[in-house]
Structures are given as structure tokens and as C-alpha cells.
């Protein structure tokens, strides 16, 4: 059924509910860190921590997020552009625009969650949002759905990004999720939806007549597709989910979300699955289940004689919650005060096959089943997977089947039909039919209850009120005009078709025959009769696959029936004859059923013992008109049907005789075709095993196949199969992957490129088109090589290239003549560049004392702080905390004051081994060397030493050459004081 959407008018903006759990902090502080300083929204934060020890996310929140954080204390008034953090063990409500929390006593670890959704539904209404990150286990998923009944917008981390996929993925397997997203993209896809659904399109009394005719073409494609009448459905519901859906897909005009239906079935699926949102609980609305046990269950067991059983119709029974509520009501007060137990049998019922397999399979959440009490749980549930579900003896009571209200049949003779909160959300028309349909289904004093929202006019007639507050009545009498009358009858599937289905129908029902109305699957749709002589429940899964419930020894003649009634498309019959076998004979009958273009959709198989024949005499002989001469020439057709049985013997024993003679040329195709199945095998299971990076993608963009081992860049799953790859982030930065993908769809040529991925590793990335034949092109295949190892030697061939040309530079600087800090100057740039921001280094010369003194790199104030250290060790010395190191005690104000946290420091020698002086690396927080980070110490330090041996035979070149021109000076100037005195 769809959502029930109550506005809270009061609320003026939005509010989002966070749930989180195992996993969860880090996803928060990347959710908040993503979102601006303003949102117009208000944030509350559930994060599931122990109650005895303090929780610092909101220190954490801070630090990330340009929001307020606040501690969610009791009485807090909600504020735009702030986040509430919940205490660990404190369950948090909203009440008048104000936090209220409370310690949480008594409960379970999953009401902090839930019980702020909850609240979130019952007090913002369609500004409540919900949103469930990374946890495990199911919480928030109870939550959610009364977020969304309330008509408020649920959202979802992608379980493939989550640290635990738990939470997220019982919420989406709700059925009610708005947004999927990695954690990156989800709070700002949550602010572009706040965004969008503050300017929602107009009330449907403003509507263009092109908005209005665009909708009802998606309401016809969908009822087509869906073979469900939405047509029938109120406007509004509709259309606040095929906005949902525009919102979604960032579509903003809904004539165009119409083309994308025509051209993308996906999304049509998409559509479907999302209109019916199925929302109900056990007992929902407990006063009215306890008037309803109290005034209509008991009375009708205690009126029991126990010659018939008790007969229930729950419609649009969802996921069975209501179907098994009732079945726990009769189970519960079935036996009379005098010990006689009465039999019950439920139908449930509803539009969508999938729903109803679900219905069938009775397995619930602990908190779904919270409300039913502990006795209640252990008598009718037992535990498996986590779950809980409904015991076999209590399923077998209830028959799951799909049916549609508006078009098919209903069940007769019923003793009561549920028809709970379905009534509100269809068209006074198709209101009135369903409720002519639900009078005819229940006999004279028959019961019917409806939703709380729901009630009977007082100008319906033929019902009376028992509890009008309750909406539940009783059926007293017909009324004049409540004659069904289906828009879409069945006609004859073929003109050799002798007997009229819907007046066969009839006359089953009211004669009580026993049959079983079947679909072309063999799926059983409707019971008639007392069917058990035929059709036994066995024991495991329930199934309504016809050949698993009959008996074993009619399931031959059943098909041949079968077979015969549908390649012929007209009534087929076939008699079992008495014998030591069986006690009676058996006639049995096979009427197939057709839709208006003449195919045939149903089978009606029925079981005429020899009783019966007579019954149907008699019958007959009080029918009138057409129905009593159609009925006659049926049993006529049924005693015919022996000599056509054996005919058809003879037949099977002719075509036995072929198969004998083929059977040799089966066996060689047989073999052909599992030596090429083992071939395919071995092939993919080799592409399979290996590191094969392979995906396939068909002309639409649909993913086709793909190798376990693609999951590296894309999250996806064996069911993900059929999706367009555009739905999936990919775990790759590739702004040219869809764009290449696109040329060569269009164009089928090879593209190729790099693509780094999130884990660090990089792909060669190879496109190619993909042919079934040289003309037409159907896909493309696209397969990732790993060349990690060849991209980093490549990295670190640049970069030992830069360190080389640094290294010559410096050394051509000193040939120039440039200084020795000059030329060292180099060095330490090319140091930095590597290490990276933050880096600092500097150049030491050592005295003939050994002690050092600042050349080049550091600061004046640094400098001056280092200046005069001794030198101890003529080894390198790799410090990797200051902070932990002992020997660094002395020095580590130093070290605070001019920032640095690690500090390693290389011997400078030259080739002759003489210790010159010392190069030093400074980093701000603590850091170990790598071998690449200490070959470029050593290729820095060889390059110094070749520098500073270059400056001291320099130095040591030019005291030489000053010396000798001294003396020459001096001879000179005692050669002239020689010729001086000779004169």
C-alpha cells in the first residue's frame, strides 16, 4: 500500500536524524566535514557507544565539521545549521521544537535509533529525514519506514562503502529508501534533495494541461507494465512518488521523466517498486484487533459446530503481518469450552507477486515482532538467521496468492475480510467497487474491517455497525445494486471453447466443487471446495506450485490433461478408473481460461468424483437458461473423455517407439554439448580464478558480465547484473572513462588510458567495441591491467632524474664560482621538493674541533640555537620522535620552538674520509626513513662532500698562491736592496 503522508504544518525546516553504529565515526566526520557552513537544516546525531565510558564525538564533530555542535542535552531548542550529538545511553525525542532525553533504561540497544526516527515521523513530518550510515545489525530500519509514512525522505550509505553494511542494508531492503550514496556524496545529494523538494511542483489544481496528461501516461505505462489498475488510485500519493523518483534522477520537468520510462525499463521497474510502499506492522492499532478478537473471533468460533472451517479474507495483506495476526487470533481462542478444536483457513492476498512470495515466507525482525509480547513469540515463532520466523503448522493455515481487487474474482462464503488502509488511496469509484466486491465475498452475517482512516457510508446499506470507532461491520442483508461488474471480463480464449468460463466459475463456487485455479506456471491462484483429498501441503518451505502439493499419483494424468487443454485451447478431461488402487473413480477436468486478445492466462483443473455426478444432476436440473444446458454438455464431455484417454495411450506408446529410435542420435548431441559445456566451464573458470580485471557492458549500457576480480574499482554484486554501470561510483578517478566508453560506442574505436585507483594502485585501461558479428556492434569490453610496479619505477625514475639534475647544478654552480651556501643552496631545495611541505634541512661544517656551525638552510633564530653543537658519532643518526628519544631530553624545547618532531642527520666525509660536516632533515611530526628517502641522503652528502673538498682546495689553492706572491714580493724587494748597496 502506499505511505500515509501527514505534513506537520508547525515544523518550518528541515530535520535530519543520523543513525550510526560499529564504523560510524569515521563516516560522520567525513559526512559533516563535506557540508558548508550554512544548510538551512538541523542535524541530530545517534551514535551507538557504551554507557560506561565518555563519548568525545562531539569534540570530534567539532573539530571537521563548519557546523555548531552541541552536546543533545534535555530541553535544548533544535536550531538551522546545528548538530545535536546524543549522549551514549540516552534515547533522544523531539517535543514543541525542543530536544527531550532520557536515560535509556529497560531497552534494547536498537530503540536509540528507531525511537528518534520515530519521533522525527511523529513531529516534523515530511521535514523529517532519516539517514542511516554504517552499523550492524537491523537498527534504524523499523524507524525509517515511519519516516517515510509520514511522508519524509529516507537516505542510505552505500553498504559497499560501509565499514559494516548491517543497518544500511536492512533499511534498504525496506523498501523505502529515497538516496543510496557513498558517505562523500551523500550529505550534499541530501542538501540538493532538501533543495529540490522546497520547490515541489504545484498542487494538482495548477497543473498544465501537459504536466497533467504526462502523468496520466505514466500512470497508463506503469498499470500496463505493472498489470496493476493505478489508474484506479487517488492523484496525489501518485504523484509524491513519481516526484521522488524525478528528484532522484535530477529531473526537473515531468514530461521528460516520461520519455526516460519509455526508454529505460529499469527506471520503469524502479517506478513500479516504488509506488506500492508496503507499510504495516502486527496487530497495528491494538484497541481495534482487541474489539475485534472480543466481538467477532469468539463469537464466530463459539457459533462454530465444527462441520466447516472458519473462513478469512485478508486483502492487500503486504508483507503478512495482518494475515498472521489474525491467524494468531484464531489459534489462540480456536478450541471450545468443551475441548473441540475449529478448523480456519486465511486467504491473503495482494496485487504484487513478489510481495506476496515474501508474505509466504513468514520471516520477520526482532522488532518487528517486538509488539507481540514473549508468550505470543515463542508459541508461534522460532529463531533462525537473526530473524524470526512463523512456525509451519501456523503458515499452513494461510494461503498466499496474488490477486488483484479491481479486476479479479473474490473468495465466497467467508466468514470475515480485512481490508485495511487500501480504501483511502483509491478513486470513489474503484472504492465502490472493492466494496461491492468484499459484500458478495462474505456470507450473511460475515464480517468486515477496515482501517482506522476508513468507514462505510451511511447510504451503503447491507452492513451494520459493531464497533463504527473501530471501523469493523457486519453483514446484515444484500443491497440493491451490488452486482459485480469487472471492467475487464474474460472471454473465450477459442470459439471451440464450449463452456462459458465466468458462468464455469460461478457454478463452482456455488456448487463447491472441488478445484484449484491455476496459472500457465502451474502456480496454484484460487482453492474451491474441499480440495485436501487432492492437494496435500508437504512438509519444508510452503510452495503454491501445484505438481508439490497434488497427490503423487495424479500428477501423470494431470499433466496430460494439462497438456492436451492447452495445446488445443478448449476443455480437456480424463477418468481414473476403480481399482485395487483406488477405491473411487476420478474424472478430472481441465478448463483453460483466456484473456481478450484469445491467450490463455489460466487453468481451472477440477476434481468430479462419482458423487459429484450426481450432484451436478440435480444441480443443474435447478439452474436456469444458459448456465443448466453449458453445465449438461460438460458432463456429457467428461463421459467422453475416456475414449479419449485411450487414444491418448496408444498416442504416448507410438511416440515412446520414436524416442527409443532417437534416443542414440540424443545421446551424441548429449555429449557434444557437455564436452562444449566443459570447455566454457574451464574458460571461465580460469578468467574467473586468475586477476583478470574484465567487465561487459551491452549497447544500453547495461552491465552483462563481469570477473570477481573488477570488484577492485567497482562495487558490484552477481544481482547488479542488468543495472547501467552509470548507477555505480566507481573506486577510480577517471574523469574519461565514461566519455572513452561513449566513443566507442558510437564511433568502435579502441580506447585506452591510465586510471589510478582509491586503493593507490594504477590500471592501464583498454576499451574495446564488442561484436556478435563484423556489422553490429552490441557492447563493449573493458579490462584493467594492473601496472603499479611499472608506474612507480617510472616515478621513481623522474625522480632520481631531478635529484641528478640538482645534483649537476650544484656542482656547475661551484665551477661558476659561485659560494659554497650558494651551491649547496641547490641541494637543499631539490631535499625539500622530495620530502615534501612542511621539510626543512640544513648544511653543517665541522671545525677542527668538531664542533658544527651553521652553512645553509635554516633560519637566523635556528641557526643560532644549532651553532656550536660537538659532533659524537660520525654515523647517521635517525631520530624518529624527539618527544620519545632520551637523548634528545635536553634539547626538546629547542625542538617545540622551531616546530620539528623528527630530526636525522648524515656524516659529510670526503672520499679521503674526512669528516667535514653534516646534513640535517627536520619534519614536523614524527617520521621514519625510507630506503628511497636515505639514498637520497647518501647522493645529497657525496654531492656536499665533492663541494665542500672543491671549497678547501680552493681555500687552499689560494693561501698557496698568496704565499708565493708574498715571497716573490719579499725577493723582490730584497733583489732591488742588493743593487741598492752594489751601487
Known sequence: ????????????????????????????????????????????????????????????????????????????????????????????????????????????????????????????????????????????AAGAVQVKRAGGMVCVQDPESAAHSGMPGSTIAMGVVDHVAPIEALS???????????????????????????????????????????????????????????????????????????????????????????????????????????????????????????????TACSTGEEAYSIAMLLADNCTHADGKKIDFQIFATDALPEVVTKAARGQYSAKAIESLGEARRDRYFYRVDGCFRVKQELREKIVFAPQRLLHDHGFNDLDLVTCRNLLIYLQPQAQQHVLRLLHTALRMGGCLFLGNSESLSPRQGGYKAIAAEHRIYRKIGDVEGMKIDLSKRIEKGRAQQKVSETTHLTLMERLDLPSVLVDTELNILRLYGDTNEFLRLPAGEPSLDLYRVLDPQLRTLVASVVRRAVEDGQT?????????????????????????NGKIDRLLISFLGVTYHGFLDSSVAKSEGTGQDELRLSIEELDASREELQALNEELRAVNEQLNVSNEEVNKVNEALRTKISELETQSDVLSSGRVLTLFIDAQWRIRWF??????????????????????????????FLPDVEKVMLLGQVQEGETLGRNGKWYQRHIRPFKKD?????????????????KLAEQALQERQIWLSCQRHALESALDGRTLPESLGALIRCAVQSL????????????????????????????????????????PVITVDVEEEPLWERWRDMARRHNYRACWSFPIRT????????????????????????????????????????????????????????????????????VEKKK
Open 1 to 140: 500500500m502506499l505511505p500515509v503522508s501527514d505534513d506537520k504544518s508547525s515544523w518550518t525546516f528541515p530535520v535530519v536524524g543520523i543513525g550510526a553504529s560499529a564504523g560510524g565515526i569515521q563516516a560522520l566526520m567525513d559526512f559533516f566535514s563535506a557540508l558548508p557552513a550554512s544548510t538551512g537544516v538541523a542535524f541530530i546525531v545517534v551514535q551507538h557507544l557504551s554507557p560506561d565510558h565518555p563519548s568525545i564525538l562531539v569534540d570530534l564533530l567539532a573539530k571537521r565539521a563548519s557546523l555548531s555542535v552541541h552536546k543533545a542535552a534535555d530541553g535544548t531548542e533544535v536550531l538551522v545549521d546545528s548538530v545535536y550529538v546524543a549522549s551514549p545511553g540516552q534515547v533522544i525525542s523531539l517535543e514543541n521544537g525542543f530536544i527531550r532525553s532520557r536515560p535509556q533504561v529497560g531497552t534494547t540497544r536498537t530503540n536509540a535509533i528507531d525511537s528518534l526516527f520515530e519521533s522525527l515521523a511523529e513531529a516534523c513530518g515530511s521535514k523529517g529525514i532519516a539517514v542511516v550510515l554504517s552499523g550492524t545489525g537491523s537498527d534504524g
Open 188 to 314: 550534499l545529494e541530501l542538501l540538493a534533495a532538501v533543495a529540490k523538494s522546497e520547490h515541489a511542483t504545484p498542487a494538482v489544481e495548477n497543473w498544465t494541461n501537459e504536466t497533467e496528461e504526462s502523468l496520466r501516461e505514466i500512470i497508463a505505462l506503469v498499470s500496463r507494465h505493472a498489470d496493476i489498475d493505478f489508474a484506479s488510485y487517488k492523484v496525489t500519493p501518485l504523484l509524491w512518488r513519481v516526484q521522488r523518483r524525478l528528484a532522484t534522477r535530477r529531473i526537473t520537468r515531468i514530461k521528460d521523466y516520461l520519455d526516460l520510462l519509455h526508454d529505460d525499463l529499469a527506471e520503469l521497474e524502479s517506478l513500479i517498486r516504488g509506488l506500492p510502499i508496503h507499510v504495516t506492522s502486527f496487530f497495528r492499532d491494538e484497541k481495534a484487533w482487541a474489539v475485534l478478537e472480543r466481538q467477532v473471533i469468539q463469537p464466530l468460533i463459539a457459533n462454530n459446530d465444527g462441520t466447516r472451517p472458519i473462513r478469512v479474507w485478508t
Open 572 to 596: 480437456a478431461s480424463a477418468v481414473r478408473r476403480a481399482s485395487d488402487d483406488f477405491d473411487d473413480a476420478l474424472t478430472l477436468r481441465v478448463t483453460p481460461l483466456a484473456r481478450e
Open 707 to 736: 570477473t570477481p576480480a573488477i570488484t577492485e574499482l567497482f562495487p558490484l554484486r552477481k544481482s547488479d547484473i542488468g543495472r547501467e554501470i552509470t548507477e555505480f561510483y566507481p573506486k577510480f578517478n577517471d574523469e574519461t
Open 774 to 790: 563484423a556489422a553490429e556492434s552490441t557492447g563493449v569490453a573493458i579490462t584493467f591491467a594492473d601496472i603499479t610496479a611499472r
Open 836 to 875: 615534501g611541505a612542511g621539510t626543512q634541512a640544513a648544511f653543517y661544517l665541522a671545525n677542527s674541533d668538531g664542533n658544527l656551525h651553521h652553512l645553509v638552510g635554516m633560519s637566523d633564530a635556528s641557526a643560532a640555537a644549532v651553532d656550536g653543537f660537538q659532533t659524537h658519532t660520525g654515523a
Open 911 to 978: 672520499t679521503v674520509g674526512k669528516f667535514v660536516g653534516t646534513l640535517a632533515f627536520y619534519f614536523p611530526h614524527p617520521t621514519d626513513a625510507t630506503e628511497r628517502e636515505l639514498e637520497l641522503a647518501s647522493l645529497l652528502t657525496h654531492t656536499a662532500a665533492i663541494l665542500i673538498a672543491h671549497q678547501m682546495e680552493t681555500a687552499v689553492r689560494k693561501e698557496t698562491e698568496q704565499a708565493l706572491l708574498e715571497t716573490e714580493r719579499r725577493l723582490k724587494t730584497l733583489a732591488d736592496g742588493l
